[in-house]
Each structure stands twice: as C-alpha cells, then as structure tokens.
C-alpha cells in the first residue's frame, strides 16, 4: 500500500477526516494509556477470574476517549492476543485449543468494552473495589 492509499485509507475508515488527525492522535495516546493502566491493575490485583473483566474495562475506558482511543484498543488487543498466542504455548504449557479458546474469550471481552457496555458485566466477585 503506498503513502496515498493508506492516508485515503485512514479518512475514509477511521473516521479521521471528521475530526482531524491531532484529535485522532491525542485520542490515540490517551486510549493507549487507559490499556497501560488496566494492564498494570490486572497484575496488581493478580485476582484468579479477572482477567476478562480487565480486558473489557482497558477497552470501553479508552473508547471513551473516541475513535482513536477505539482504534489504539483494538490494535493494541489484537497485538496481544497474536502475541499470548506465540508464547502462552511456550511459557504456559498450553495447547493450540487452550490458546485459541482463551484468546476467543479475550477478544469477546475486548469488543464488549470497546462497544461502550459495561466492563463490569465480566467482574469477579470479591474482587477489590478498588478495581
């Protein structure tokens, strides 16, 4: 894809031209650290049970940001997925199957995020309100 295709690209399906690169940008950046934050809180909380629920909330916080907070979700969480799929075998012992279906679960929770409903619909109980 050339320089010109991809930047039709971008205004056409993301949505930039409505809005104006900066704001995608900004959005983009600001989305990336609400992933960071869930992230880290996941491996604070180290909660059995929780990890959908950390999925779903990284997702829906940074697209309240907007489209470019969606957009860095969704490629952030398809990055990790295609990652934890290469190395949950290696370094967890699972098997293709166990991947597969742990990453399907993922990527439920993510959309579920990233479509506005409520993160707490995959929440643990017990797990700390702090959360």
Request: hydrophobic share 35%.
């Given at each position: 894809?050339?320089?010109?295709?991809?930047?039709?690209?971008?205004?056409?399906?993301?949505?930039?031209?409505?809005?104006?690169?900066?704001?995608?940008?900004?959005?983009a950046?600001?989305?990336?650290?609400?992933?960071?934050?869930?992230?880290?809180?996941?491996?604070?909380?180290?909660?059995?049970?929780?990890?959908?629920?950390?999925?779903?909330r990284?997702?829906?916080?940074?697209?309240?940001?907007?489209?470019?907070?969606?957009?860095?979700?969704?490629?952030?969480?398809?990055?990790?997925?295609?990652?934890?799929?290469?190395?949950?075998?290696?370094?967890?012992g699972?098997?293709?199957?166990?991947?597969?279906?742990?990453?399907?679960?993922?990527?439920?929770?993510?959309?579920?995020?990233r479509?506005?409903?409520?993160?707490?619909?995959?929440?643990?109980?017990?797990?700390?309100?702090?959360?």
């Amino acid at each position: 894809m050339n320089l010109s295709a991809g930047i039709i690209f971008c205004f056409l399906i993301l949505g930039v031209s409505s809005q104006g690169w900066g704001t995608f940008l900004k959005e983009a950046g600001q989305g990336a650290k609400d992933m960071w934050r869930a992230y880290q809180d996941m491996k604070e909380a180290n909660y059995k049970g929780a990890d959908k629920y950390f999925h779903a909330r990284g997702n829906y916080d940074a697209a309240q940001r907007g489209p470019g907070g969606a957009w860095a979700a969704k490629v952030i969480s398809n990055a990790r997925e295609t990652i934890q799929g290469i190395t949950d075998p290696l370094f967890k012992g699972m098997t293709r199957d166990q991947v597969r279906e742990d990453s399907k679960a993922d990527q439920a929770a993510n959309e579920w995020g990233r479509s506005g409903k409520d993160p707490n619909h995959f929440r643990p109980a017990g797990l700390p309100n702090k959360y």
